[in-house]
């Protein structure tokens, strides 16, 4: 368990303005999550036992050691990967129970996604790219929506533009519109600013924060960095598979001292 005295590890996580969880329902769950690659001597638990509540409509982070299991555990909620055992709920939707075209129809419709690494159709034009989930889906945009994130994103002036004609901040932002055009139950995002520049990065993350707190969005971001880590609602860390502790309101001082915490045990196993 995390050792500094600043990390919540039971009391339950709050709503917007200090909703508790009980007027509010979670916007996803976990519980007793159990991934394992290999067998016998070679076997490996990505996951092992991990159990999380994500609170609706705020910025939640994931942090841990590496090989910790965090991309795995994202991965497990968003439907992109099966558990060997455990339960994932995505509202009140059991995904564990979903063949896998209806987990690809939940994703469609109700999952946004922000990669590290852009994932943008080199083909097609910068509205193109954040429009082509709606297309999948067959819905048609809300104008009024998508003119508020291309304005809020700075991305007014390179509709028209290919990704290749694009910087990686534009990309990325191009990338975070395409996660929210169909105003989705939960956003994943995979180190969304692994790629880009301190100035963009806090453009990102500042973009983030507000689709949560202004706007009610849910945002579930994996990173590493603790900067980007203050600014979410709370953070959780994941050390050997399983959630080791909650940090609510998160600053760049109290996100180190929860990592040295983490860490602390395997230097001393190592020594």
Do not use: C
Request: hydrophobic share 40%; glycine share 10%; proline share 7%.
């Amino acid at each position: 368990m995390l050792s500094t005295p600043t990390v919540r590890t039971t009391a339950p996580p709050v709503g917007p303005s200090g909703a508790h969880p009980a007027t509010r329902p979670p916007a996803a769950s976990a519980t007793g999550l159990v991934k394992a690659y290999g067998r016998g001597a070679t076997e490996v638990r990505a996951l092992d036992g991990a159990t999380l509540v994500i609170p609706a409509g705020r910025l939640t982070a994931v942090m841990g050691p590496s090989g910790s299991g965090k991309s795995t555990l994202m991965h497990a909620m968003a439907g992109l990967d099966s558990v060997d055992e455990g339960s994932i709920r995505l509202g009140e939707t059991e995904v564990s129970q979903l063949s896998e075209r209806q987990r690809t129809l939940m994703r469609r419709q109700r999952i946004g996604f922000v990669f590290q690494s852009f994932n943008l159709v080199p083909s097609l034009t910068a509205q193109e790219n954040i429009t082509l989930p709606l297309r999948l889906a067959r819905r048609t945009a809300d104008a009024a929506w998508l003119e508020e994130l291309v304005s809020t994103l700075g991305l007014g002036d390179r509709l028209t533009h290919r990704p290749g004609e694009l910087s990686g901040g534009q990309q990325q932002r191009v990338a975070v519109a395409r996660a929210l055009v169909t105003r989705p139950d939960i956003v994943f995002a995979d180190e969304p600013t692994g790629n880009l520049d301190s100035r963009h990065g806090h453009v990102l993350l500042a973009f983030l924060q507000k689709a949560a707190r202004d706007l009610g969005q849910t945002v579930v971001m994996v990173t590493h960095d603790p900067t980007a880590a203050s600014y979410a609602d709370q953070v959780v860390f994941l050390a050997d598979g399983r959630v080791a502790g909650e940090l609510p309101d998160p600053t760049v001082p109290t996100v180190l001292a929860a990592m040295a915490g983490l860490e602390q045990p395997a230097t001393r196993a190592e020594s």
